[in-house]
C-alpha cells in the first residue's frame, strides 16, 4: 500500500479534463495536448505515443499506472523523473490544476499544494480504463484481478482503503514473525486482532459492492450480446468462510501451525477473489475470445456505472483501441451502453468513427507528439 504522510487536504471531484502536459513520460519529451472536448479520439499508427497519452491520465485517478507498469518505466529512457501537468473543470464551472511527478519517488500537488496522504488525493478525479490488456481480469491471477478491484472500490470508500492499509499491514508483521520463526502465540495474536477487525469491514464492503457490479454487469452484457441472449454473472469468491471479527480471529489461530511450516499466512481476505460466469459456465475456461472480451467490458461498464451512482459525477472513460476485435453490430451496442454526456478518451489505428451521437476531436499521435 502507498501512502505519502499526513496531512489532509479536501477538494472537490473534477468532471472534465481540459488538457494536460506530459514531460518525459514513456516515449514523450515534452506535449501539450488540449482536450477540451466531451468525445476525444487519438489516433496513429502502433508505437506511437497513443496509449501513453491514455496512461498519463489515468494515472490522474491514483497516481498508478492501469498497464501495471513500474514508476521507473513511465519516465523516459535517461532520465530520472516525469511530470503530468491537468488542468480539469467542476461542475460549478471552476477548475483545479493538477501537478504529478513519477520515478525516483513521487508527489501530487493540485494548485500547488502538495497532497501528504495517497488516501486524500486516490478518486478525487475519477478516471475508468478499458484497454485489451483488462483479459487479465479472467485469464490472469487472482492478485490482478483482487488488485484491480481493491482500487476500484478504494477510490470509491475511503474508509475501505484504510482498512486494506491497517489490514496489510498487521499481514506483513505477521509475515514477517512466521518467516523469522518467532511464533509466541502473544506475538502473533496482536497483528491477528487487527487484521480480524479489518477483514470484517473489508470483507462487508466488498460483498455489497460486488452485489451492485454483478447487477449491472450483467445487464451491460446482455446489450452487448445483442440477439445471442447469453447471459453473465459476476460474483466474489472468498477464500475462507470467516464473516465477522471473531469468525476471522478464530481462523487464524486455528491456522497458526499450518502457517509456521509454510511461514506466510495462508488464508484471509488477502487471498479473496471473484469469479464470471457466462452462461453458468466460468469463463476464463469455458468462454470464446469473444464472451471473455464482452465480459470484461460489461464489468469495466458496470464500474462507470457504479462509481457515477456512489461519486454523483460521472468519471472520465478511457478506451484504449477496444473495439479494433469487434464487428460493426458490437460496435453499435458497445457505443450504446457508454453515457453520452461523459468525457471519452479513445484510441485507435484508424481515425475517428463518422456519425453516430458523438462529434470526435480528433488528434494524431505520431512518435510521441499529438497534433490536433
Known amino acids: 500500500m502507498i501512502e505519502f504522510n499526513q496531512t489532509l487536504y479536501a477538494f472537490d471531484f473534477f468532471v472534465k479534463l481540459n488538457f494536460i502536459r506530459l514531460h518525459n513520460f514513456r516515449n514523450v519529451e515534452l506535449a501539450d ?69 513519477v520515478g525516483e519517488g513521487r508527489a501530487a500537488f493540485v494548485d500547488g499544494q502538495k497532497i501528504s496522504k495517497l488516501s486524500e488525493f486516490i478518486g478525487r478525479f475519477p478516471v475508468l480504463a478499458i484497454t485489451n490488456e483488462d483479459l487479465r481480469l479472467l485469464r490472469g491471477s487472482p492478485e490482478a484481478r483482487r488488485r484491480d478491484m481493491d482500487m476500484f472500490i478504494s477510490s470509491l470508500d475511503a474508509e475501505y482503503f484504510e482498512c486494506l492499509r491497517l489490514y496489510y499491514r498487521a499481514l506483513s508483521h505477521r509475515n514477517a514473525l512466521l518467516k523469522d520463526g518467532l511464533c509466541e502465540a502473544s506475538l502473533l495474536e496482536s497483528f491477528e486482532i487487527s487484521m480480524a477487525c479489518n477483514a470484517e469491514k473489508i470483507l462487508s464492503k466488498r460483498k455489497s459492492f460486488f452485489e451492485e457490479l454483478g447487477k449491472r454487469a450483467t445487464q451491460k452484457y446482455a446489450v452487448l450480446a445483442g440477439a445471442s441472449a447469453e447471459t453473465a ?27 509456521i511450516e509454510r511461514r506466510s499466512t495462508q488464508r484471509g481476505i488477502h487471498r479473496d477473489d471473484f469469479k464470471v460466469l457466462i452462461g453458468g459456465a466460468e469463463a476464463k475456461v469455458y468462454a470464446s475470445e469473444g464472451q471473455q472480451k464482452s465480459a470484461v467490458i460489461a464489468l469495466k461498464l458496470a464500474q462507470f456505472e457504479t462509481a457515477k451512482e456512489h461519486l454523483r459525477e460521472e468519471p472520465v472513460m478511457l478506451f484504449d483501441d477496444v473495439l479494433g476485435e469487434l464487428d460493426a453490430d458490437r460496435r453499435e451496442r458497445f457505443w450504446s451502453c457508454t453515457s453520452e454526456s461523459a468525457q471519452i478518451l479513445a484510441t485507435s489505428t484508424e481515425p475517428p468513427p463518422k456519425g453516430g451521437a458523438r462529434s470526435w476531436k480528433s488528434i494524431t499521435a505520431t512518435s510521441g507528439e499529438f497534433i490536433q
Open 233 to 259: 454473472q459476476i460474483s466474489l469468491k472468498p477464500n475462507c468462510d470467516a464473516a465477522d471479527k471473531d469468525s476471522f480471529l478464530e481462523m487464524l489461530k486455528s491456522q497458526r501451525r499450518s502457517d
Open 33 to 101: 495536448v488540449g482536450l477540451d472536448s466531451d468525445s476525444v479520439w487519438i489516433h496513429g499508427r502502433n508505437g506511437q505515443g497513443k496509449t501513453n497519452l491514455l496512461e498519463a491520465v489515468g494515472m490522474l485517478n491514483a497516481m498508478r499506472s492501469f498497464r501495471n507498469a513500474s514508476a521507473d518505466a513511465l519516465v523516459r529512457r535517461g532520465f530520472k523523473s516525469a511530470g503530468i501537468l491537468a488542468q480539469a473543470s467542476l461542475s460549478d464551472s471552476s477548475s483545479w490544476q493538477v501537478e504529478l511527478v
